[in-house]
């Protein structure tokens, strides 16, 4: 392959601990949101039960004496009363349904949905029967809720950037420690090429790892090449001076021929 395609095992690692991160932050996120909808929503739901029972009691003797007009005081001083409450709607005996605003009526049909969405808000809707013909309908707003989500979602969101950043940070000098030798032995094998060798000093650390068995095999391999490249020329420097030896024996058996 090519040298320019070749991406560094320190990249690897560094993306491989992004896409980590990434995806761990996505499933606790997704898990905390889980968690989060099945406790805060059963808050909300007793909190709506709790005031259509409240309502139910208020409400009761208007219903019967089919008042609409305290059953509509009623309904709006709720709202008022909880910051929470967004709607507030009564279904009569006479099967008139009557909210604090007109266009809530319709939510009183929504009867497969806990939670629908209303002027850009959600709503967590709580229906308590009042009698066989009469029914409560609270939509408790969860805005509040929404926000505090988004709020925690920020944190999570900025608790992993800086844990990314310190895994990385990490990563980086934990990489270094292992690459740095790499490069070292990388080196060594080039000058040994050109006829140096060398001996490499491992890090401390590293001595007894694989890192280490892998530079006192280098230093082995380099020492007896060394030896082998001394011992090779020194049997040439024996065989130069035979051959040198036996040209000077010939010239001078020529000498005295001639």
Known sequence: ???KYKISLFYK?????LVFILFFSVGLVLFEYCKFQTKYYKLFESFGKRKAQELK????????QNNTERIQKILNATIIGSPFIQVACVKTKTNDILCNKNEYKNLFYENDK????LDNTRLFLTKTPINNLSSILIGVSLKDADIFFLNFLKKIILLFLFGGFVLILISMLFLNTFIKPIKALRKAIESMRKGNYQQLKVNK??????IGSLFEAFNSMSNDLQKHEEEIKKQQNIISNLIKRLISIQEEEKKKIA
């Open 1 to 3: 392959m090519d040298k």
């Open 13 to 17: 690692v560094i993306f491989l601990n």
């Open 57 to 64: 009691i208020e409400l009761s003797n208007p219903i019967n």
């Open 114 to 117: 806990k939670i629908v969405k």
């Open 205 to 210: 650390l590293l001595q007894n790892d694989e």
